[in-house]
């Protein structure tokens, strides 16, 4: 089962354009991860956000966390069609060492 | 400095038959995670392996097994494979802080036929 469920499950936008995504989560966690992954291709880190802390930001990406809704969103500002891939929010907690994922983001940046 | 490495790339096996896949962490990182995922769907954890020994088990049957070698890299075994086993399969290291992000490989794409 996932712990995590993104939204929305696919995204078209226009290069140049913002896209956000977000996700829920069920359990208490410890931080929450944001990957990328590029079609058939292993997952990339893109930030960690702890749960003590309420947005961060690296480079083109502003993470927000809200704990109180178990939510999380990530924003990438003027996209490009290189960010075009599938995005996934993971989470550990209590008890759970390793990371569980959510369903992904599917975003479509068109040139 | 080398990634995480897996191999193979890409199997085909048939159902009921055994299969082994392997995975070489990145330097520095003693802790090796395994992922399924299937097609369209997010990874689905299926153990953590740290110090040679089991840490974490995801909700997986049995068929799924692993080992940790003392140069921390690290071998998935399923046996009795079934149609519903094809997958891409990711490994992941870290150094074992739970605040460490999770390097991945590139998978091995798996095939039951």
């Known amino acids: 089962s996932q712990q995590g469920e993104e939204d929305p499950q696919a995204l078209s936008i226009q290069e140049g354009e913002n896209a956000t995504m977000n996700c829920s989560y069920k359990?208490?966690?410890?931080?929450l991860q944001w990957y990328r992954q590029n079609s058939g291709r292993g997952l990339v880190h893109l930030i960690l956000?702890?749960?003590?802390?309420r947005e961060k930001h690296s480079g083109r990406l502003r993470v927000t966390l809200d704990t109180s809704k178990k939510s999380s969103s990530l924003l990438i500002t003027a996209s490009r069609a290189a960010d075009t891939a599938s995005y996934f929010c993971?989470?550990?907690?209590?008890?759970?060492?390793?990371?569980?994922f959510g369903s992904g983001t599917r975003l479509q940046v068109q040139p | 400095d080398a990634g995480v490495t897996q191999s193979p790339t890409h199997l085909i096996k048939t159902r009921g038959q055994q299969v082994t896949l392997r995975c070489s962490p990145k330097?520095?990182?003693?802790?090796v995670s395994w992922y399924q995922q299937a097609l369209g769907q997010g990874p689905q954890f299926i153990f953590q392996?740290?110090?040679?020994?089991?840490?974490q088990r995801g909700n997986f049957p049995d068929r799924f097994s692993g080992h940790q070698f003392p140069n921390y890299s690290s071998e998935l075994n399923v046996n009795a494979l079934l149609l519903g086993d094809s997958a891409l399969y990711l490994c992941?290291?870290?150094?074992?802080?739970?605040?460490?992000?999770?390097?991945f490989g590139n998978g091995t794409r798996l095939t039951v036929t």
């Open positions: 993971a989470t550990d907690g209590t008890g759970r060492r390793a990371l569980t």
């Open positions: 392996y740290y110090e040679e020994e089991e840490r």
């Open positions: 359990t208490s966690i410890n931080n």
């Open positions: 992941a290291s870290s150094p074992g802080d739970r605040n460490s992000p999770l390097h």
């Open positions: 956000i702890r749960s003590n802390e």
């Open positions: 330097s520095g990182h003693d802790t």
